[in-house]
Nanobody, 115 residues
Framework: QVQLVESGGGLVQTGGSLRLSCAAS????????MGWYRQAPGKQRELVAS???????DYADSVKGRFTISRDNAQNTVYLQMNSLKPEDTAVYYC?????????WGQGTQVTVSS
């Protein structure tokens, strides 16, 4: 069982930055593929960024060049650095851990970008 707790969301103006953190419980974090998803009102949840246990990263086209995902296995934490934020980035952001064919989710953190 893996528990995930996100933090770092908030209200920011267009062009601003935020860093989201996701702290994971347990000793298997280093084996997990991690991802950040987001869900805007009335829209489906979408994958924003992912990082494998080996450190390879992938991004949605809409955030390439603006967002950076990273992980610290010693701290059991994954981060999402978000720069040049746009109003369309407004959503609830969720942390996901995929390990041993199971998926675990955090409770989500709200990111609101004002125009």
């Amino acid at each position: 069982q893996v528990q995930l707790v996100e933090s770092g969301g908030g209200l920011v103006q267009t062009g601003g930055s935020l860093r989201l953190s996701c702290a994971a419980s347990g000793s298997t974090f280093r084996l997990a593929a991690m991802g950040w998803y987001r869900q805007a009102p009335g829209k489906q949840r979408e994958l924003v960024a992912s990082i494998t246990r080996g450190g390879s990263t992938d991004y949605a086209d809409s955030v390439k060049g603006r967002f950076t995902i990273s992980r610290d296995n010693a701290q059991n934490t994954v981060y999402l650095q978000m720069n040049s934020l746009k109003p369309e980035d407004t959503a609830v952001y969720y942390c996901n851990a995929h390990i041993f064919y199971a998926d675990y989710w955090g409770q989500g953190t709200q990111v609101t970008v004002s125009s």
